[in-house]
């Protein structure tokens, strides 16, 4: 892991609290779900939001992948590009905004190659 996501990960837990579901007891669980579908399927580039029945106002041109069951499945089907603004819409609980979106950019900027 890269030196300046690990002081995300070392800050985060006091930060948003040990029970949020983000952590599930594993503080590196996060990425390498997601870096999976990266890998095999590349950066998303296009909003398949209608797939989950949301309609895409093509507000963003920045695309990611989301986790249909939250069990982030090693399957194509547990996956789906949305664009920021329907990925953030379908994917997060409630308060949970800014560090979301940090680590989102960090994962597509600098940890996926
Ligand atoms: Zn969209």
Redesign the pocket.
């Known amino acids: 892991m890269l030196p300046h996501l690990r002081a995300v990960f070392n800050y985060m837990p006091q930060r948003i609290g040990k029970n949020h579901p983000f952590w599930k007891g594993n503080k590196a669980s996060y990425i390498p779900k997601h870096a999976w579908v990266y890998r095999w399927y590349g950066k998303a580039n296009k ?1 398949e ?1 209608y797939l989950i029945g949301l309609t ?1 106002k093509n507000i ?1 041109k920045k695309y990611h992948w989301a986790n249909i069951s939250k069990k982030y499945l090693r399957i194509k089907k547990d996956w789906i590009m ?2 920021v ?2 990925h953030k819409i379908y994917d997060l609980p409630k308060g949970w905004t800014s560090w979301n979106r940090i680590l989102e950019e960090l994962i597509l900027k600098k940890d996926i190659k």
């Open positions: 909003c939001a895409c963003s949305l664009c603004s329907c």
